[in-house]
């Protein structure tokens, strides 16, 4: 069904949807122990570029159990492909991604209820059939083999997938045994030789011949191999662009893999995305992003366990309960769960699994005093039966009225790559909608994009990057609802408040009394004197940082 905002405030051209948004939030300040909060209101065009481009995503990793997966899936649904399971016909689909199988309300029809559509359908967007897949990985194994190896998909399917698969061959990809676990080296025989340097002008060249060959607007990376163990940030090594450039230059053995990645994505002005826990984005590449205005989003999918954690921990708190211990236990047989199995390799993984949780807990100083946290301990074993079938057992331990305890437990079985798989297309298809998406505020001369550090894709990512000074949101149920109100505000909607005032008050038709919102031209640029006097004049620069040059 097609959809169309009907209001002044938005225009549509052949090449633009603009829209006129009044942002409103709220600056509080503490004045000798009162709180005192001043509404602060912004407008804001936003403008939306209506043509999808031509994308191609490169996969570092394209061979392992997610790269091939999510290969299959996109072959198998643009084929239209069925097979037959225990229940029945199965057909092709893609659950599990919010963009393709996830809706979102656009306000209340006549009769008083609410309207849906498909998220895919708020603004354009590239349909995930149309992605051009290509990849580097330490296997020579082809696409077709990697995913007989992977035991993910079924026979059947694997059958009809693999005539698409079996001339699909990854690049050779960088293999340094210091950064992922011994028992990887009899998968690596398909590497890039040579010095950091070396191994980056070949990464470099790859882009430009996958980009150039295919006839390709843009290009994506996203980084889906093993996760490395943590690289040290120093002063000189990594802390800003040009020492990590003239670290890379000197071979330093603390540049990581996937920071070298990373760098030649931002060198060929392709967005670079970290599926993985390891801290790839390192303060220089971060820099380095920000000097070219190249997209980053990461760090490390949030899939099962952890998507479940940030919505029972937002719960619990919000109702008041307080949790004291949190207990995670996961085991998996997949090549994940094998590189995973080494000490250094589970410490990065650790670390976004631990910290999900910190946001919740930081907001309700009634159940926390400061610096408190819950008990949190995380456990990970290799049981290489269960294959890709991860099994994760958690148990949540919480104070209760007048002294009582509460306790949870649950038991997720989850295929982890069939997870993973939609997840990947969300980010790159939300990465190179914002590419379409400037903005600007009435005190801005010219458009501009969101900041580098792309932090609208939290939901998708268990340890969420964001600008420096801005905080970390991980309440899965707030990192949704800031993706689809930004959208809203792309097409000129207000943000989704949930109060439905129409249903709460004796006003029957309330929905047909509410009168169009007037046009509200984006006033001119002020003067000085002027600008000085207005309240929201901080909003702009906390929430519209304008890239450094």
């Excluded at 607007?217 to 662009?241: H, P, Q, S």
């Excluded at 002027?530 to 304008?546: E, G, L």
Aim: proline content about 5%; aromatic content about 6%; charged content about 20%.
């Amino acid at each position: 069904m097609s959809f169309v905002v009907e209001s002044p405030q938005v225009q549509y051209s052949s090449q633009h949807i603009t829209s006129q948004y009044k942002y409103q939030t709220s600056r509080v300040k503490n004045q000798n122990g009162k709180l005192k909060v001043t509404p602060i209101e912004e407008e804001i065009v936003f403008q939306t570029e209506r043509k999808v481009p031509r994308i191609g995503c490169m996969l570092v990793g394209w061979g392992g159990n997610n790269g091939s997966t999510v290969t299959a899936s996109i072959i198998a649904n643009k084929y239209n492909m069925s097979w037959h399971t225990k229940e029945g016909i199965r057909n092709a689909d893609f659950l599990g991604s919010i963009t393709q199988s996830s809706t979102m309300s656009i306000g209340m029809s006549e009769e008083g209820k609410e309207v849906y559509i498909p998220v895919k359908d708020i603004l354009p967007m590239v349909d995930p059939v149309d992605l051009v897949i290509d990849g580097w990985d330490i296997s020579s194994l082809n696409i077709a083999d990697s995913m007989e190896r992977a035991m993910v998909l079924p026979w059947e399917l694997q059958q009809k997938i693999r005539p698409f698969t079996q001339n699909l061959q990854p690049r050779p990809s960088i293999y340094d045994p210091d950064f992922i676990a011994a028992n990887q080296f009899d998968r690596a025989d398909n590497c890039i030789r040579g010095t950091r340097s070396e191994q980056l002008k070949k990464i470099r060249e790859d882009i430009v011949d996958f980009k150039t060959s295919n006839n390709l607007d843009k290009v994506i990376i996203l980084w889906t191999a093993n996760t490395e163990r943590f690289c040290e940030v120093a002063v000189g090594l990594n802390d800003t662009a040009d020492n990590l450039l003239n670290s890379i230059e000197n071979d330093h053995s603390e540049v990581s893999p996937s920071t070298l990645f990373a760098v030649a994505s931002i060198l060929e002005g392709c967005a670079y995305i970290n599926g993985s826990p390891q801290n790839t984005l390192v303060p220089g590449v971060i820099d380095l992003a920000t000097q070219k205005n190249v997209f980053l989003a990461g760090d490390d999918f949030k899939s099962g366990q952890t998507k479940i954690k940030s919505v029972l921990v937002d719960f619990l708190v919000g109702a008041g309960i307080k949790p004291v211990s949190i207990v995670s236990y996961n085991h998996l047989g997949n090549n994940d769960g094998k590189n995973l199995s080494s000490a250094k390799q589970f410490r990065s993984k650790e670390i976004t699994k631990s910290n999900v949780v910190d946001d919740m807990v930081e907001s309700n100083q009634i159940l926390y005093k400061e610096g408190e946290k819950p008990d949190h301990c995380v456990v990970i074993k290799y049981v290489p039966f269960v294959a890709d079938s991860k099994r994760a057992m958690d148990e949540y331990t919480s104070e209760i009225m007048m002294g009582g305890k509460n306790t949870l437990v649950l038991h997720n079985t989850c295929e982890d790559s069939l997870l993973a798989s939609p997840i990947i297309l969300d980010l790159v298809i939300l990465t190179e909608l914002c590419q379409r998406i400037k903005m600007k505020t009435c005190n801005d001369s010219e458009m501009q994009s969101f900041h580098p550090v792309l932090s609208i894709l939290s939901y998708l990512c268990k340890a969420p990057l964001v600008p420096a000074g801005t905080p970390v949101v991980n309440a899965l149920f707030k990192q949704k609802a800031c993706i689809e109100n930004i959208f809203r505000a792309c097409v000129g909607l207000p943000p989704m408040n949930h109060m439905t005032l129409e249903h709460k008050m004796n006003l029957a038709s309330l929905p047909n009394q509410i009168s169009p919102v007037p046009s509200m031209p984006v006033t001119k640029k002020t003067s000085p004197e002027s600008s000085n006097k207005r309240s929201h004049k901080w909003t702009r620069k906390r929430f519209y940082q304008r890239p450094r040059q």
